[in-house]
């Protein structure tokens, strides 16, 4: 599955805004602590479609709603544990449906979003209850920065043979990566 069209970490980082919550040490690190003090739950739009997630409704209807629910006693505390709850849902249910259809019983977490202890711990729960395998998250050292995943694809192309002068290399921003052409793997 994929996004529909943005990204979670995107989304996490717009509502951050919305709500006013600082960039230090990031967005999604101060959503994450903000929610653990949250205890109001929001019903906001869940948007799956089989495998796939919506992320662009959510944070819409939380950017239009949440001036009046902090006006009308809701905390940014309830408004993060809320978003965050339900985007991490979605990413369990996606990530159970993909695993029966590919006979898997672990998971990797990777990525900015992977940091988060919240996710970690549904994804775990759901792992162990399904299958009985392991999650497994990268170190957070290696998971702040994107650069560090297209570094290390990077290598594994060079090591595959393919190599290309940094006048031919570009940037494609939604690059698909059902799109690439992988050369290290069997």
């Known amino acids: 599955g994929e996004t529909i069209d943005i990204a979670v970490g995107n ?6 805004r919305v709500i006013g919550l600082s960039n230090d040490p990031s967005p999604g690190y101060n959503i994450e602590q903000y929610a653990k003090r ?11 479609k089989g495998m796939d997630v919506s ?18 006693g809701y905390t940014k505390e309830d408004l993060c544990f809320s ?29 900015g979003v992977g940091c988060n202890l919240r996710l970690q711990e549904m994804m775990a729960s759901m792992v162990s209850q399904r299958t009985h395998g392991q999650l497994c998250a990268i170190d957070d050292r290696y ?36 799109e690439v052409h992988v050369t290290w793997r069997d």
């Open 38 to 48: 949250g205890s109001r739950y929001v019903d906001l739009p869940y948007v799956v």
């Open 55 to 72: 992320f662009s409704g959510i944070l819409s209807f939380i950017e239009r709603d949440a001036p009046g629910r902090l006006a009308t």
């Open 83 to 111: 978003l965050q709850e339900t985007v991490f849902a979605m990413l369990v249910e996606i990530t159970e449906r993909a695993m029966a259809h590919c006979g898997q019983k672990d998971v990797l977490i990777v990525g």
């Open 143 to 178: 998971a702040i920065d994107n650069g560090a995943m297209i570094a290390w694809t990077g290598q594994l192309l060079y090591h595959g043979g393919f190599s290309a002068p940094i006048s031919a290399c570009t940037t494609t921003q939604r690059y698909r990566t059902d």
């Open 11 to 16: 989304c996490l980082d717009r509502f951050a």
